[in-house]
């Protein structure tokens, strides 16, 4: 994984993890991005090329559209730090 940093700076943000709550579920245009919240669109576009850089989300230009699907291996190894770092799954003391 890149810089495990920029992903739980991008994670810290209610607005993209609803992105990436979206983006679960399927893949989704800037434009229809955008029509689920009450932003303006620059600033939609703002979360999402911090979700890109952290590497959260991957684009594809499909004609003039930018489509954005998540990155479920970074998602999931972001996971697994944290889990890794709160001690679940492993025996032995509790701090």
């Given at each position: 994984?890149?810089?495990?940093?920029?992903?739980?700076?991008?994670?810290?943000?209610?607005?993209?993890?609803?992105?990436?709550?979206?983006?679960?579920?399927?893949?989704?245009t800037a434009g229809e991005l955008a029509e689920r919240f009450p932003l303006a669109f620059s600033t939609i576009s703002g979360h999402c090329k911090v979700l890109r850089d952290a590497g959260l989300v991957v684009t594809e230009?499909?004609?003039?559209?930018?489509?954005?699907?998540?990155?479920?291996?970074?998602?999931?190894?972001?996971?697994g730090v944290m889990l890794q770092a709160l001690g679940v799954g492993t025996r032995g003391k509790r701090r």
């Open positions: 994984m890149g810089d495990l940093d920029g992903v739980f700076k991008a994670l810290a943000d209610p607005t993209r993890r609803e992105i990436l709550g979206l983006l679960r579920t399927r893949d989704l230009r499909q004609g003039t559209s930018i489509v954005y699907s998540l990155n479920t291996s970074v998602a999931e190894e972001a996971l």
